[in-house]
């Protein structure tokens, strides 16, 4: 499968069967990997990534997926390169698009990866971003299918701070015609635009209390309210979120008994969700980690039409 999109930088440039096949192709990824027929397929390929921000899981996934594939990595911070000292985006693209065959970044504003992409003559991949984290929600999107056996006629319920991660959740879910139910504190919603855009082909209620929501929801998820980006109204933030939004096993056990919980980590255990629930049988968080290995596969194959 080619994708439609030279590179990925939300999940709205993707569409409902190219969300679909990104997740079967995953799925097989998985279920061969021992004797996975893509083992050269990056060969001869580079790929850079940029981290602005600190990376465990995403860091690691790309590269280990292209290095599984047979490809070359180069991972760089900031720091390491002239944009530290002023040199433009545009100029920087178009330096890296010479020596490389993909770029991943991982930035603050996501206005700098429109910037990088529109400048690049090869394909760009969001690693996240403070608006969107496209990656993670294919993913989880895999996950769910994987646990749920499909993605129809189910209930996703997201409770707490309206993240990246949320952004690209709804326009997933809008692409795929799941609906969405959302709990947050006022103040806290998800992006006026996504909304609006999204709203025109599913239907998302929000909410300021998770009670109002959490009823028959099949998968759960949220994600912390203190990050890298805003750790200068953490006692504040603390203070809308706590103990409202917080993921318990009380919560839990107003979903249907057999829903999921899902958190794209790293978690603030304690805060957003408890070690209960987080640890507890309904979490399938490491599954959503192990998924991002395999989702990376396939979205680097598809990219190239490998």
């Given at each position: 499968?080619?994708?439609?999109?030279?590179?990925?930088?939300?999940?709205?440039?993707?569409?409902?069967?190219?969300?679909?096949?990104?997740?079967?192709?995953?799925?097989?990824?998985?279920?061969?990997?021992?004797?996975?027929?893509?083992?050269?397929?990056?060969?001869?390929?580079?790929m850079v990534m940029i981290f602005q921000k600190p990376s465990t899981r995403t860091r690691i996934?790309?590269?280990l997926s292209m290095l599984q594939l047979g490809g070359n990595v180069v991972s760089l911070s900031h720091n390491d390169l002239q944009l530290a000292?002023?040199?433009?985006?545009?100029?920087?693209?178009k330096t890296l698009s010479i020596y490389s065959d993909i770029i991943v970044a991982r930035v603050y504003e996501h206005k700098h990866l429109e910037l990088l992409a529109s400048n690049s003559n090869v394909p760009v991949i969001n690693g996240l971003s403070n608006t969107f984290h496209p990656c993670q929600i294919l993913a989880d999107f895999m996950t769910i299918k994987e646990h749920k056996k499909n993605?129809?006629?189910?209930?996703?319920?997201?409770?707490?701070?309206?993240?990246?991660v949320c952004n690209s959740l709804i326009y997933g879910c809008s692409k795929l015609g799941i609906n969405m139910s959302i709990a947050t504190p006022k103040g806290y919603e998800p992006k006026s635009d996504v909304i609006k855009e999204s709203q025109k082909y599913i239907e998302i209620e929000i909410s300021e209390n998770p009670l109002n929501v959490i009823?028959?929801?099949?998968?759960?998820?949220?994600?912390?309210?203190?990050?890298?980006?805003?750790?200068?109204?953490?006692?504040?933030?603390?203070?809308?979120?706590?103990?409202?939004?917080?993921?318990?096993?009380?919560?839990?056990?107003?979903?249907?008994?057999?829903?999921?919980?899902?958190?794209?980590?790293?978690?603030?255990?304690?805060?957003?969700v408890t070690n209960s629930v987080l640890d507890g049988?309904?979490?399938?968080?490491?599954?959503?980690?192990?998924?991002?290995?395999?989702?990376?596969?396939?979205?680097?194959?598809?990219?190239?039409?490998?």
């Amino acid at each position: 499968m080619k994708l439609s999109s030279n590179s990925l930088l939300t999940i709205n440039e993707l569409s409902k069967n190219e969300i679909l096949q990104l997740i079967e192709l995953g799925i097989k990824l998985k279920q061969n990997s021992k004797t996975d027929k893509h083992i050269d397929s990056m060969k001869n390929k580079t790929m850079v990534m940029i981290f602005q921000k600190p990376s465990t899981r995403t860091r690691i996934s790309f590269e280990l997926s292209m290095l599984q594939l047979g490809g070359n990595v180069v991972s760089l911070s900031h720091n390491d390169l002239q944009l530290a000292l002023g040199e433009s985006i545009e100029d920087t693209a178009k330096t890296l698009s010479i020596y490389s065959d993909i770029i991943v970044a991982r930035v603050y504003e996501h206005k700098h990866l429109e910037l990088l992409a529109s400048n690049s003559n090869v394909p760009v991949i969001n690693g996240l971003s403070n608006t969107f984290h496209p990656c993670q929600i294919l993913a989880d999107f895999m996950t769910i299918k994987e646990h749920k056996k499909n993605l129809q006629n189910i209930k996703i319920v997201w409770i707490g701070d309206c993240t990246n991660v949320c952004n690209s959740l709804i326009y997933g879910c809008s692409k795929l015609g799941i609906n969405m139910s959302i709990a947050t504190p006022k103040g806290y919603e998800p992006k006026s635009d996504v909304i609006k855009e999204s709203q025109k082909y599913i239907e998302i209620e929000i909410s300021e209390n998770p009670l109002n929501v959490i009823n028959n929801a099949d998968v759960i998820m949220t994600d912390t309210f203190i990050s890298i980006h805003n750790l200068n109204d953490q006692k504040e933030r603390t203070q809308k979120f706590l103990p409202t939004y917080r993921v318990n096993n009380s919560l839990m056990k107003k979903a249907n008994k057999d829903a999921i919980f899902l958190h794209c980590l790293p978690a603030k255990r304690g805060y957003e969700v408890t070690n209960s629930v987080l640890d507890g049988k309904q979490s399938v968080i490491w599954n959503e980690v192990e998924n991002r290995l395999y989702m990376q596969k396939a979205l680097l194959l598809s990219l190239f039409n490998l």
